[in-house]
């Protein structure tokens, strides 16, 4: 499994459900990345997406304990019913798209991360764990910086040398 998620200067990922930024580049790297495969998110993740619905060309699972089923996505009532559903596509690709508790809470069961960085403070209200401080991820990449809609960022992968099992 794997996390995907802009963070900036402070590893803040968002305020008031959103975005901290908008920036295309990350926009396409994100789609190009999860297109054709699983995410798996909180409810107010799936809430922040435009009309409160999920991604297109992917699998959408989302935890939202007392949730009403839907067609469109798989709703997951417990993590125990989440595990379990991410268990039976092990040979998927699985992104975690948010938000921040989810981040934190399914950051030990991920082998790789997708973190692209902004060189700016966004000033958010939710941040995602600082993974250059967590003994167990390494920095693997960083791509040279770029500008994009005016912001300087890079896109950075981590790799977990202990990933717990599901």
């Keep these: ?19 901290l930024f908008s920036i295309p580049l990350d926009m396409k790297f994100f789609r190009e990345k999860t297109s054709g495969h699983v995410i798996v998110m909180g409810s107010n993740t799936l809430k922040s997406f435009p009309g409160g619905n999920p991604l297109k060309n ?24 989440l595990k379990t559903e991410l268990r039976k596509r092990e ?41 250059d401080k967590m003994d167990n991820w390494k920095l693997d990449y960083t791509s040279e910086k770029m500008e994009s809609n005016g912001l300087t960022i890079t896109f950075n992968t981590y790799v977990n040398n202990d990933v717990k099992p599901l």
């Design 58 to 81: 992917r699998t959408n699972i989302v935890l939202y304990p007392g949730g009403e089923k839907r067609d469109d996505c798989i709703i997951c009532d417990s993590m125990e019913e």
């Design 1 to 19: 499994m794997k996390v995907i998620v802009a963070v900036d200067e402070k590893w803040g990922i968002g305020k008031k459900n959103d975005l």
């Design 91 to 131: 040979n998927e690709e699985i992104f975690v798209v948010g938000g921040a508790m989810f981040y934190h809470t399914m950051l030990p069961y991920c082998d790789t991360a997708y973190i692209t960085k902004v060189e700016k403070d966004g000033g958010a209200e939710v941040f995602f764990d600082n993974l």
